[in-house]
């Protein structure tokens, strides 16, 4: 009986002399190990194969993106609601000399602590 049929029973286990036991725990370490970097060799060669394949065709060709539209009717309700959230923020009520000239998306940020950091 080797010593990994023995580390399947408790209570052959709880017999072993605690040298076997390291000896034992030094089998199975030694195989997690040794089955990682296999699996770490198998997955390095998907990458090289899958970048020799890819190596073969052409680039695409990148196209130049849409020019933004121009506001319409349409976008007139996003318009009021960025207007009304911009007046809530200062805390006017009223919209005397204030004018949206351009609403601009802000992109997500990286993470929470980012947002944090910003205050």
Do not use: C, H, Y
């Amino acid at each position: 009986m080797t010593l990994l049929e023995i580390f399947r029973d408790p209570g052959k286990l709880a017999e072993m002399a605690p040298t076997d036991k390291i000896i034992g725990a030094l089998q199975i370490t030694v195989i997690g190990m040794a089955l990682t970097f296999v699996a770490l060799v198998l997955v390095w060669l998907a990458v090289r194969l899958l970048a020799r394949f890819a190596a073969g065709r052409p680039a695409r060709e990148l196209r130049p993106s849409p020019l933004p539209r121009p506001a319409t009717t349409e976008d007139s309700g996003e318009v009021a609601a960025a207007i009304a959230a911009v007046l809530a923020l200062i805390g006017d009520g009223t919209r005397d000399g204030f004018r949206v000239k351009k609403i601009v998306r802000v992109p997500a940020s990286d993470s929470r602590w980012s947002d944090w950091n910003r205050g």
